[in-house]
């Protein structure tokens, strides 16, 4: 098949998960033998924007018009079978739909977070689970200030949720939600069921797999509220006054918390704060590990670290909502604690660790579900399905023609966007 991936990086300042994801499909594709083209943005070049440039920019995340005509043209000019959109914030805008309209090809789009029904994306505000937008207006968020504790910053985000919500359901043939729990969620909220689809992300086999008993906990991630830093630091106060777990505590990443990670684990010997890590120096982490523990607050949609553990065959111990309670198998495949409670994590963290046999045999069952479930081969082949059910569906049912067939250059469709209008 020829792809089209269409993607706003993240800041490479901190880890993120969704330009993992984009950049392990693209190379599994490419791998098989498939043509991928990518239409990127980086967040990193806003830093280098004139301060009218920087200005302007929260006008162009509802709708970003020249970025419809650049990727329209593209379009024209390569006949891709299919567009795989991916994060349009801040530098791309919904717009994409309408160029993919535009020029009549299909588009898929992996849902990575909850953007559809909530402005920030995270279903939560001030630490505490939030619905408020679900199903509605997305005024309170803004009311609250839910982006970055902004009401300012949250207007663009919520303007572009009310204007673009059906642009969204009629732009795009076929959205992969990344877990089960997300598709509930977004089911609950009204979407289309029939056109919600769970595709899990795969994760790449590691050079690397655990051997023997491990030699410290693990928290591998953005050092941020939502991920239950301030949780896990609260559990392993309470695991230290009991005389601890008998293996330090490794924190490896960036974000918002880390000078007050930092500044808590300076002077122990039970915890080193080890700041960010590069691949290969995750991948070795997380082989070294007695457990990865993934103590989010808030509901999340995956949890890559989990299943990148799974890969390595080591256990997790992480909050039982959200994806997590589908991915990991409580006394199975590692433990789940009550979310938001720093007593239930301690508890699980001191099993874990004082269980060997049973971790041990919790990293062998780890191994076996990611091999049944979230292999490159079987990542390949639910994002295949994906693309054909789109190509099919936007040739109006069947099977359509054949993926890279020299007749998807001249694609039906409205030539002006499926709504009938332009932007």
């Known amino acids: 098949m020829h792809v089209l991936v269409v993607h706003n990086r993240y800041a490479s300042a901190q880890p993120s998960g969704e330009n993992k994801v984009v950049d392990q499909e693209v190379a599994l594709l490419r791998g098989a033998g498939h043509r991928v083209g990518l239409f990127e943005r980086r967040s990193d070049d806003i830093a280098g924007r004139s301060l009218p440039g920087k200005a302007a920019l929260p006008l162009l995340v509802p709708w970003n018009p020249a970025v419809r005509r650049e990727l329209a043209a593209r379009l024209r000019a390569e006949r891709p079978d299919v567009v795989h959109v991916h994060n349009v914030f801040p530098l791309l805008s919904p717009a994409v739909l309408a160029a993919c309209a535009d020029a009549g090809v299909p588009a898929v789009a992996t849902l990575h977070n909850y953007n559809q029904v909530c402005p920030p994306g995270t279903l939560q505000r001030d630490g505490r689970p939030c619905t408020e937008c679900v199903g509605g207006s997305p005024l309170p968020a803004v009311r609250h200030g839910c982006y970055r504790g902004s009401r300012l910053a949250t207007v663009p985000l919520a303007v572009s949720l009310a204007v673009n919500r059906r642009r969204w359901w009629s732009g795009v043939e076929r959205f992969f939600c990344i877990s089960a729990a997300q ?223 020299a007749s998807t250059g001249s694609r039906r469709g409205h030539p002006r966007g499926r709504d009938g209008g332009s932007r």
């Not at 899990?200 to 051997?211: I, L, T, Y």
């Not at 695991?239 to 777990?245: M, N, S």
């Not at 239930?344 to 971790?359: H, K, Y």
């Open 183 to 405: 598709r509930d969620v977004l089911v609950g909220a009204g979407l289309p069921a029939e056109r919600l689809a769970v595709k899990h992300n795969f994760v790449p086999d590691p050079e690397v797999r655990r051997a023997g008993d491990g030699e410290h906990l693990l928290f591998l991630g953005r050092l941020a509220e939502t991920k239950g830093v301030r949780l896990l630091m609260a559990a392993w106060d309470e695991i230290a006054a009991g005389g601890g777990a008998g293996v330090p505590l490794v924190i490896a990443g960036a974000g918002p918390l880390e000078r007050e990670v930092a500044a808590w684990a300076a002077g122990r010997d039970d915890v080193r704060f080890a700041g960010l890590y590069d691949t290969g120096r995750c991948r070795q982490a997380v082989a070294r590990s007695v457990a990865v523990v993934a103590p989010s607050t808030w509901l999340e949609t995956f949890g890559l670290v989990v299943v990148e553990a799974m890969a390595a065959g080591v256990p997790a111990v992480a909050a039982g909502h959200g994806a997590f309670a589908e991915l990991v198998e409580d006394g199975r495949t590692g433990l789940l604690h009550r979310p938001g409670d720093a007593a239930s994590l301690a508890a699980c963290l001191r099993r874990i660790t004082a269980e060997g046999a049973r971790n041990r045999e919790m990293g062998r069952a780890a191994r076996r579900r990611y091999e049944r479930d979230f292999s490159p081969a079987v990542g390949l082949e639910r994002l295949l399905e994906g693309y054909r059910t789109a190509v099919a569906g936007r040739f109006g049912g069947g099977d359509g023609p054949p993926p890279g067939d």
